[in-house]
């Protein structure tokens, strides 16, 4: 199963792609990088484009997005908002499931404490996927942690369905 994880944002936009299988082994991953200074309806459109590519050159089988996080203004949650809700438009145009999770249930998944800081996530990111270094920057090592808290979450989910 391969995973396309998204660290939503207006102006960094965090995506990983992450295949499960005996181990889980990460593809790609990278930062939709865009002006903050252009309109919003041109960043999006650039983020449904950027998006669009990633998800035809991977083919993921499903997506994971990060949930606006609740503490913060609330001018960045919309804009969060925006991103995220592109993102579940890319995925269903191409008829994929979409999960999302809080940064919380995130930061459990990858380091066991979901109160982590970005330095302790990194380092987790890093161990789980068996990587020499921690992948920079911390907008593309969030979206690789969504998609391996999907894949941790998908593998317990399974297991609970098989005991039940």
Not at 83 to 110: D, E, M, T
């Amino acid at each position: 199963m391969r995973i396309l994880g998204i660290d939503p944002g207006t102006v960094n936009l965090g995506y990983g792609v992450v295949d499960d299988g005996q181990e889980m082994r990460m593809v790609d991953y990278g930062v939709l990088s865009l002006s903050r200074y252009a309109r919003l309806e041109e960043r999006l459109r650039s983020i449904y484009d950027g998006l669009s590519q990633i998800v035809a050159k991977h083919h993921p089988d499903e997506v994971a997005i990060e949930e606006p996080f609740a503490g913060c203004n609330i001018h960045s949650a919309l804009a969060i908002g925006r991103a995220q809700a592109i993102a579940i438009l890319v995925a269903a145009n191409q008829r994929l499931p979409v999960h999302c999770y809080s940064p919380a249930q995130i930061k459990q998944q990858v380091t066991s404490y979901g109160g982590s800081d970005k330095k302790q996530v990194q380092e987790g990111v890093r161990m789980l996927l068996g990587l020499q270094e921690s992948p920079q920057p911390s907008d593309a090592s969030d979206a690789l942690a969504v998609a391996i808290c999907h894949i941790q979450q998908s593998r317990l989910d399974k297991l609970l369905a098989t005991e039940g």
